[in-house]
């Protein structure tokens, strides 16, 4: 898994390099050290996409488990809302028919 680099952080490698070049330093040294830092480069700029894809990783857990929760309120809430319909739907032809032989048994008794 030998893979170069992108021209672009080697020429950045390479400014750095010659940026702390020191007097009397050979072409030769000033490449190994340019090399070193495109390593380091190359490392570092992995590493930020490990850490980016584990972030996106936390990211899409916790929607995940923000719409399960949102989901399960609503199951809840329907469920309710059913139970309520059929209270009140086993509820009020009770009602009216005790209503209607109370009001039969006064009207009989007056």
């Known amino acids: 898994m030998n893979q170069t680099a992108s021209k672009e952080t080697q020429q950045d490698a390479l400014k750095v390099a010659k ?9 030769e040294q000033t490449k190994l050290i340019a090399q070193g830092i495109e390593k380091g480069i190359s490392e570092y700029k992995k590493q930020q996409k490990i850490k980016a894809r584990e972030r996106d990783k936390q990211r899409k857990q916790q929607l995940k488990a923000k719409n399960t929760t949102e989901e399960n309120n609503e199951k809840s809430v329907n469920e309710s809302t059913e139970l ?11 009602l009216l028919l005790i ?9 009989i008794l007056n």
């Open 84 to 94: 309520n319909k059929v209270t009140s739907k086993v509820l009020i032809p009770w």
């Open 99 to 107: 209503t209607s032989w109370v009001l039969f048994a006064f009207y």
């Open 19 to 27: 940026s702390i070049q020191k007097p009397g330093q050979t072409k």
